[in-house]
């Protein structure tokens, strides 16, 4: 069973439409994070809720906006699509803020 | 910036050499973590130590922190192939804000 599920795993798109990438958890965890790592591999948080309340917002254009529906899934809406948000986007969650971070396959997306 | 740095950015080795990775970080820290990635996959945790921890050990892996120098260490005693990877510290801040990733070692294990 995967514990942290992304769809799709790889996205590609034209520059200025609007994506979304859904994430998925089984571990019953009550925090959730999405995170972007670039061409370099810097990983770097974008956002983050705590049942279903959103407790981290990075400065991320708000082109990004993220969604949680229930404690399980944390959705990501992008609009307007850029060349610069290519990147791989990974979901990842935890048991409470502290503890140790388990993390989906990821989403590349390449916008052209 | 916060991110933490990581030294060496790259180690190539012999199956069964020891590696060892260093993590430096700028803030007080709750806890700092080791993750590691297999190339095109997502990040799998390896280790949590506790600011008031010094050593902790996990199977081959031994990490080492020193809050006064913020510092830590990554051991991964006779390695194999199978360790190839990208290897990534991350520290959590004591206002258990979010989680910093430092920038990655790559390892190379060969045959």
């Known amino acids: 069973d995967t514990a942290v599920s992304q769809t799709p795993k790889y996205l590609v798109t034209q520059m200025g439409n609007d994506k979304s990438i859904k994430c998925e958890q089984n571990l019953g965890h009550d925090t959730m994070y999405w995170y972007k790592q670039d061409s370099k591999k810097f990983l770097k948080i974008m956002f983050s809720?705590?049942?279903?309340?959103?407790?981290i917002n990075e400065t991320v254009p708000n082109r990004f906006s993220p969604k949680s529906p229930d404690k399980a899934h944390l959705n990501l809406h992008i609009n307007s699509l850029e060349l610069g948000d290519s990147a791989v986007y990974f979901c990842a969650s935890s048991f409470n803020r502290g503890r140790e971070q388990y993390f989906g396959p990821g989403t590349r997306l390449t916008v052209t | 910036s916060q991110q933490g740095e990581e030294d060496p950015q790259a180690l190539s080795i012999q199956e069964g050499e020891n590696a060892t990775m260093n993590c430096s970080y700028k803030t007080s820290i709750n806890n700092l973590q080791w993750y590691r990635q297999n190339s095109g996959r997502g990040l799998v945790h390896l280790i949590l130590i506790r600011s008031n921890e010094r050593e902790k050990h996990s199977g081959r892996l031994r990490v080492t922190l020193d809050t006064s120098k913020k510092s830590s260490s990554l051991l991964i005693t006779a390695s194999r192939a199978a360790d190839t990877a990208s290897y990534f510290c991350?520290?959590?801040?004591?206002?258990?804000?979010?989680?910093?990733f430092g920038t990655g070692t790559r390892l190379l294990v060969s045959p």
């Open positions: 809720y705590n049942n279903k309340e959103l407790i």
């Open positions: 991350a520290t959590l801040n004591t206002g258990f804000q979010k989680l910093v």
